[in-house]
């Protein structure tokens, strides 16, 4: 049974940093693309960052360009997502994900979700 279970999220101020965890159990290989969603209040789930495997390319929503980075560390079974000049309009639950890196990254592609870890940028 795959479970992937998510940490790092909290309270930051407007300008600030912080990283995100997800770590994968029960995968059985590793050809699969990894990432991230969120989900704001009131909003749609969306699409923020997807590390997957050669040939497929690392995605990120524009919205995130340039201030978040996604990495990955297959040995640990842990992708992480290190968000910088975090905004109020990043206020929302991040969920992990996999999926098979073939598909398009989007909610109803996805094979199994973590449970979320809620980001909060307020102050």
């Known amino acids: 049974q795959v479970q992937l279970v998510e940490s790092g999220g909290g309270l930051v101020q407007p300008g600030g940093s912080l990283r995100l965890s997800c770590t994968a159990s029960?995968?059985?290989?590793?050809?699969?693309?990894i990432g991230w969603f969120r989900q704001a209040p009131g909003k749609e789930r969306e699409g923020v960052a997807c590390?997957?495997?050669?040939?497929?390319?690392?995605y990120y929503a524009d919205s995130v360009k340039g201030r978040f980075t996604i990495s990955r560390d297959n040995a640990k079974n842990t992708v992480y997502l290190q968000m910088n000049g975090l905004k109020p309009d990043d206020t929302a639950v991040y969920y992990c994900?996999?999926?098979?890196?073939?598909?398009?990254?989007?909610?109803?592609?996805?094979?199994?979700w973590g449970k979320g870890t809620a980001v909060t940028v307020s102050g």
């Open positions: 994900a996999t999926a098979s890196p073939r598909v398009q990254w989007t909610p109803s592609n996805m094979d199994f």
């Open positions: 590390s997957s495997i050669s040939p497929y390319p690392t």
């Open positions: 029960g995968l059985i290989s590793d050809y699969y693309a």
